[in-house]
């Protein structure tokens, strides 16, 4: 198995609150980042795809077809938004970028996983000394308690 990487970029504003939560306890909670009026961060994504090398191309994927995908499913989605009032399910949950490379998952296994190649892993660059790495929902069982 080979593993290929696809890196982009998109700019998003959002706040960090849990509505049951008060003000004071979401800004214990979260600190500036829970001030309604939100922040933006110039977020860094890379999705990384495995798979077998096919033997006529040489390749796991197109390579285009990788980055439109990404343009279809993230970006377009996600570049210049509010997350917390335009991008659903963050409506719903707090946008950690945590729960964004889920998100990002969900969005992107659906339109690549095939017989020859899947999606392998989700990295999430927040800032440049924060990230997110994210390997699907199997690798949760994994996790112990």
Same mark, same amino acid.
């Given at each position: 198995?080979?593993?290929?990487? #696809?890196?982009?970029?998109?700019?998003?504003?959002?706040?960090?609150?849990v509505?049951?939560?008060?003000?004071?306890?979401?800004?214990s &909670?979260?600190?500036?980042?829970?001030?309604p009026?939100?922040?933006g961060?110039?977020?860094? &994504?890379?999705?990384?795809?495995t798979?077998?090398?096919?033997p006529?191309?040489?390749m796991?994927?197109?390579l285009?077809?990788?980055?439109? &995908?990404i343009?279809e499913?993230v970006?377009?989605?996600?570049?210049?938004?509010? &997350?917390?009032?335009?991008?659903?399910?963050?409506d #719903?949950?707090?946008?950690?970028p945590?729960?964004?490379?889920?998100?990002?998952?969900? #969005?992107m296994?659906?339109v690549?996983?095939?017989?020859?190649h899947?999606l392998h892993?989700?990295?999430l660059?927040?800032?440049p000394?924060?990230?997110v790495?994210?390997?699907g929902?199997?690798?949760?069982?994994?996790?112990?308690r």
């Amino acid at each position: 198995m080979v593993k290929i990487t #696809r890196k982009v970029e998109f700019s998003a504003s959002h706040y960090c609150a849990v509505s049951d939560l008060s003000d004071s306890e979401n800004e214990s &909670l979260f600190g500036k980042a829970a001030r309604p009026t939100g922040h933006g961060h110039n977020y860094v &994504l890379e999705v990384t795809v495995t798979g077998k090398i096919d033997p006529i191309s040489g390749m796991i994927m197109d390579l285009k077809m990788l980055k439109d &995908l990404i343009n279809e499913q993230v970006i377009d989605i996600y570049d210049h938004r509010f &997350l917390n009032k335009e991008v659903p399910p963050f409506d #719903r949950c707090v946008p950690t970028p945590e729960n964004i490379a889920v998100d990002i998952w969900k #969005r992107m296994e659906k339109v690549i996983n095939s017989k020859n190649h899947e999606l392998h892993q989700i990295r999430l660059w927040e800032t440049p000394d924060l990230y997110v790495d994210y390997l699907g929902p199997n690798s949760e069982q994994n996790f112990q308690r």
